[in-house]
Structures are given as C-alpha cells and as structure tokens.
C-alpha cells in the first residue's frame, strides 16, 4: 500500500491531519493504533478497541464475525514500528503504547471461568483419563497432559505432525492416532515417546485395545492389529471399502464400523473375520456394546442391534429423524445422539425407546454416563452439543438437572470419571465439570 500522505485543504488552505494507509486504522474505531494487536482470526486491532469489546462479552472479530477460538491478544510490532515512523515524520503524537490506565479491565480469566482449560489451538478431538490425568489430543497436532486437581497443564507431547484424532489407553502405555497416519506409544509414567507405529496409507480415526493387542481403525480401509509387547503389527485386517470409523470389543471380537456402510465382526485371537453386518443404508460412525449386544449407529438414521454371540440382527431401533452420531451404554439404557438435536434413551431388556430428551438447539455430538456428577450418589448422563453447552440428566428422572455454558464452539467429545466430566471443544478448550 502506498505510503504517500494525503492532505485535505480546508477553505482558507490550512493543511488538516495528513492520511495515513488504511491499514493504519482501527477497523472499529477508525482511529489511527498506538497498540495494534492481532485477534485469532489475523485481524490487527487497537488494543484499547478489541479489549472494550471483549469486555462486554463479544466472543466474535468485528470484521469477520467469526467465532474466536481463543481470546489472546498478539502485539502486531512490525505494525506498530511503521505507525511510528510514519507518525513520528508527520508531526503525530501517539499515546503511550503500553499506557493502560484508561483502557478497559479485561482478563481472559474473567470469561473463562478456572472450569475452562485454555492450551489447545484448534479442536479437541479426544480426551481420556489416566489416574489424576486428562489427556486431550487436538488438530493442533499435540496430546496435553492435564492435572485433574490443579487443573494446570503438566506437559505438551508434541511429535505427531498433522492432527491428533484418537487416543487409548492400556497399562502404563498411551496411544495416539493422528492424520499423518501414525500411531505414538507415549510411557505414562515418563511422558515420553516410546515408537512410532507405522503402517496405515491415511488417518488412524479409531484405536482399541484388547487381550493384549491394540487395534487401530484408519481411513485408509484396514484395521491393523500390534502386540503390545513387542509393539510389532501382527495383521491387516482387510475387508471394508471405506474408511473405519469406530471400533468396540464385545464376546471375544473386535467390532469395526465403517462409512462403507458395514460392521465387521474380527476374532480377537486368530484375526478372522467372522461376518461382515449388512444391513445399514448410511455410513456407521458410532458403536457400543453392552454385556449381550452390540449397537451401529448409523447417518441412515437408525440404530441396529446385534447379538454379541450370534452376530444376528435382534432389531432396528428407529426414531431419529436425522443421522446418529453418538452412542452410550448405561445399566439399563442404552442412548443416541442424533443430528436432529435430540437424545433417545432405549431400555436395554425391550430395546423399546422409553424417552426422548429434548433441549439442545443443534446436533448432539458427545454423550457420556457417569456417576457422582453433578452431585455425590447421582447418576447422570451427560451430553454435549453443537449448541456449545454441556447438558446433565437425571436417570431417574430424565429430566435435565443442568445446563452449562462456557465453551464459544461446538461440544465434540466427553469423558465421565470419579465424579467429572471433562468436554473437549471446537474452540479448543476443555471442561471440567
């Protein structure tokens, strides 16, 4: 942009304030910055400008509209130098560009109460829980390792180089699934790497650990199966043509849903392939098993029941009006989060929908069932929304008994344990509730 002045004459020919470059101004105040500073959007603001708007509760850039994923403000100092010179030739004072006295008190603390975990810069798309740690793995290609009681972030594990998309957890060992289409065996008691497992031709979105063997759902097609003594791939399971999606133990298999529309049903011990479930019209992205049954949550809107034994179809359990795309399992209830914003809950024994829940204004994305939250003794199911909130339910009355705010983006994932609830977020935060 070019740096020439421009001079506006008034009637008598005296020379006005010279015009500096647009890029010089304050996009809300139209004034020229003394403390230019860069919102998570790449938007450059004055500091006084951004921190008055932050301060009444905005959550969005002013030029963009667009959500904040977090709320930090960057000085701009190449900016603020060539603001200076050009100032500093044109006879400008500026304020003092670390003077704060009569700018607006705004501390992110203030809006993201000590309940909200900031670390993460981009989605948090896994959490899981280790003693009196929460690991939460993020697009931002790092797992954090959390402590539960301080609630402050211990360690960053940083080796994976594109998103991070699932964890699991056996023994002393972590497990990370990432798009750059490894997996990294972490030791829980050093933080540190172990091996990288390689292998898979694109993302590992699903990992499961059983009998000593860890399972690893990719995008690529396959399932590959590791000894977690000698961390070596012991077999490619080859079958489904698409992308594995979600993988569940139950009875002695290993179950993989995939968007090629199917479950296939692995032995455990010899790595056969013992059926491959038809029957869905849509992609599978959830399963669950419960002590006789596995459930397939399905984008055809239905949710099909398969004796973990027999591998029969028992029932189709429809209701949802759009796809489902989360599944949990209670003691007497299993339940499904569909995109129409509502949450079934199915009575195990006569597979009949008992309930439907309603108060999410989007699609439900995470569900979990814990106990002792939100009060000790109490047995909850929790669900998290595109809506952005953390909805509690009573089971014994399916009543909602709390609401929670505090997150700017969609609830992607949660993690009930001893009396949390820990939610990860679009804006790349974590809840502990």
């Known amino acids: 942009m070019s740096m020439t002045n421009v001079y506006r004459r008034t009637g008598d020919e005296k020379p006005a304030v010279p015009q500096g470059p647009a890029s010089f101004y304050c996009p809300v105040s139209m004034e020229l910055m003394s403390d230019p500073v860069i919102v998570a959007t790449g938007h450059t603001y ?115 180089t594109r998103p991070v998309l699932s964890l699991a957890i056996s023994g002393s060992r972590l497990y990370s699934g990432s798009y750059d289409f490894t997996i990294k065996v972490w030791d829980l008691n050093t933080l540190t790497r172990v091996k990288t497992l390689s292998g898979h031709t694109d993302a590992v979105r699903a990992l499961a650990v059983s009998q000593g063997r860890l399972f690893s ?9 590791w000894d977690e003594d000698s961390l070596q791939c012991l077999e490619i399971l080859k079958g489904h043509t698409g992308p594995v999606r979600t993988l569940v133990y139950a009875g002695g298999c290993m179950f993989s849903g995939s ?15 013992k059926a491959a479930l038809t029957g869905h019209t849509g992609a599978v992205r959830a399963l669950v098993a419960s002590q006789d049954c596995v459930f397939s949550g399905s984008d055809d809107t239905t949710i099909k029941v398969w004796d973990a034994q027999t591998l029969k179809c028992i029932k189709t359990l429809e209701g949802h009006e759009d796809n489902v795309r989360v599944l949990a399992v209670g003691e007497t209830s299993m339940f499904s989060g569909s995109w129409d914003k509502t949450i079934r809950v199915w009575d195990l024994r006569t597979l009949e929908c008992v309930r439907v829940l309603e108060g999410h204004t989007e699609a439900v994305l995470a569900l979990a069932v814990g106990e002792g939250v939100p009060t000790p003794g109490s047995k909850m199911l929790v669900s998290g929304s595109y809506d952005t909130t953390v909805r509690f339910w009573d089971l014994s009355t399916f009543r909602c008994a709390r609401k929670c705010d505090g997150h700017f983006d969609a609830v992607r994932v949660l993690a009930a344990h001893n009396g949390h609830v820990f939610s990860g977020s679009y804006d790349g935060t974590i809840g502990v509730w």
């Open 217 to 225: 759902g990719s995008y690529d097609g396959t399932v590959r199966v």
């Open 46 to 160: 004055d500091r006084q400008c951004i921190a008055k708007w932050l301060a009444q509760g905005n959550r969005t850039c002013p030029v963009t509209g667009m959500r904040l994923r977090h709320l930090e403000l960057v000085p701009n100092h190449a900016l603020r130098n060539a603001i200076q010179e050009w100032a500093t030739a044109n006879g400008i004072n500026l304020p003092n560009h670390y003077d704060t006295s009569n700018q607006p008190v705004f501390k992110v603390d203030d809006h993201h109460p000590k309940n909200i975990l900031q670390g993460h810069e981009e989605i948090v798309w896994a959490v899981e829980v280790y003693g009196s740690r929460l690991f939460s793995a993020s697009a931002d290609k790092t797992i954090r390792v959390w402590d539960i009681d301080s609630r402050r972030c211990e360690h960053v594990l940083e080796d994976h």
């Open 259 to 273: 968007y090629d529309k199917t479950v296939r049903v692995w032995d455990v011990q010899t790595l056969e392939c």
